[in-house]
Structures are given as C-alpha cells and as structure tokens.
C-alpha cells in the first residue's frame, strides 16, 4: 500500500471512525468487495483515489455554503431573516421528499426486476 493511499484511508478512518464497509461502499460508490480489498492493502485505482478524496472534503463544501449564509444573514434585516428561513426550510423539505421519493422508486424497480 503507497503512502497517499495510506494516508487517505488513515483520514477517512479520523473522520468516519464507525463507518463499516457497506457506509463506505455506499459514500464512495465503490462495490463493497473492492473497498474491502482496498482497506486489506489492494492498491487503489485513481478513481478510487478521486471517490475517497471526494467523500473526505465534501462536509468543507458545506461549511463553506454556511459561511457565506451566516454572513449574508448578519447583513439582513429581520423581516428578510424570517422570509430566508421559510424559503430553505421549504427547500430542505423538498429535498427530503424527493429522497424518499427515490428511495420508492429503486425498491419499485427492484421489485419489477
């Protein structure tokens, strides 16, 4: 195992220390034997490279996003604060809605199959 790949496992362990191979397998999009053999010292493709830095630096993407929300809302008036909220609570509804909507869906086409 080379010393990127190393490392990266290492970090990925830092970060999601309970993960068991399925959570991996599913973050990664990786298939779960591969991520076994992965984290029994099988050398990564560069795909996999790019799939385990991808999961590691998505939560900075997040942060990021929260910044500049928090800095935008320090600027705003109440009335606009309160309208702001209401507009991603309702965004964040239709997310978790669309969610579960294709979770239906993959089981239905399982079932189909």
């Given at each position: 195992?080379?010393?990127?790949?190393?490392?990266?496992?290492?970090?990925?362990k830092e970060?999601?220390?309970?993960?068991?191979?399925r959570h991996i397998s599913e973050k990664t999009s990786i298939q779960i034997t591969r991520v076994f053999r992965i984290l029994n010292g099988s050398e990564m493709?560069?795909?996999?490279y790019e799939a385990f830095e991808n999961c590691l630096s998505e939560?900075?993407?997040h942060?990021?996003?929260l910044d500049n929300l928090k800095c935008i809302l320090s600027e705003v008036s109440h009335d606009k604060k309160s309208f702001l909220k209401l507009m991603i609570q309702k965004e964040i509804?239709?997310?978790?809605?669309a969610q579960r909507t294709e979770g239906y869906r993959s089981h239905f086409k399982e079932a189909l199959c």
């Open positions: 195992m080379s010393k990127l790949q190393d490392a990266i496992i290492s970090s990925y970060k999601y220390p309970t993960d068991k191979l493709k560069i795909s996999e939560d900075e993407k942060t990021d996003i509804l239709k997310l978790k809605i």
